[in-house]
């Protein structure tokens, strides 16, 4: 599966009318928050394909109207947040939010408040993985997991329930943001134990592997 991840920065190559020339066909697009809705609405319109977001802590909250449809939000995207998605066999789980370094925004999390959901939606993934004898293949995510490619400063922590369900459940990829990556200095790709961590901040390409 090629998986196109998005997250905190526009990338004025997918902007273009050519961006589907430019970056080939892709099965299923991540987007991992702080990114502008009508932006996202025009990448859902432009690649076809399914398309799973949660919420950075720069998000607008989400509207929708009676019939389910964004009336402040991406058009055309599923919002993974505290839910199980399964696309072509491809699991994925998603929480939106950052640290509470701003309590009362939207998508502004304590640890408690996020180790809660997790907590919450953690037997519902064991019963999925039981059901399908398979791993989870995405944890998607805005803030990344405590310690694993989180920034040195308050705001920019990682959560430590994210950590506990990488080290837990071992997906195959976690997606995250809100770590902007300037320059070489800090990678956008790393291993722990069996997951690939991947920053998505611009634009990644995942491939999976079959
Ligand atoms: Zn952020």
């Not at 994925?92 to 640290?99: A, L, N």
């Not at 996020?114 to 907590?119: Q, T």
């Not at 329930?161 to 990829?173: D, G, K, S």
């Amino acid at each position: 599966m090629r998986i196109l991840a998005l997250a905190d920065r526009i990338v004025r190559r997918l902007e273009s009318p050519r961006a589907r020339d430019i970056f080939g066909a892709v099965d299923l697009v991540l987007a991992a928050g702080d990114l502008p809705y009508p932006y996202l609405s025009y990448l859902s319109d432009v690649f076809g394909s399914t398309c799973l977001f949660v919420a950075g802590n720069h998000d607008d909250p989400l509207i929708y109207d009676s019939e389910g449809a964004p009336i402040q939000g991406p058009v055309g995207w599923v919002y993974a947040h505290e839910r199980l998605v399964e696309v072509d066999d491809f699991l994925v789980i998603g929480f939106s939010g950052s640290i509470a370094y701003n309590p009362g925004k939207p998508y502004h999390y304590s640890q408690t408040d996020m180790w809660f959901r997790v907590l919450q939606a953690a037997p519902h993934l064991w019963l999925r993985e039981r059901q399908r004898q398979r791993r989870l293949d995405c944890l998607l995510t805005h803030a990344p997991s405590a310690g694993i490619g989180d920034g040195p400063d308050y705001a920019h922590q990682g959560f430590q329930a994210f950590r506990w369900l990488v080290e837990r459940f071992r997906p195959r990829y976690h997606v995250h943001g809100h770590v902007h990556l300037y320059g070489n200095a800090t990678p956008a790709w790393q291993t722990y134990n069996a997951t690939q961590v991947v920053n998505a901040y611009g634009c990644q390409i995942i491939d999976t592997d079959p």
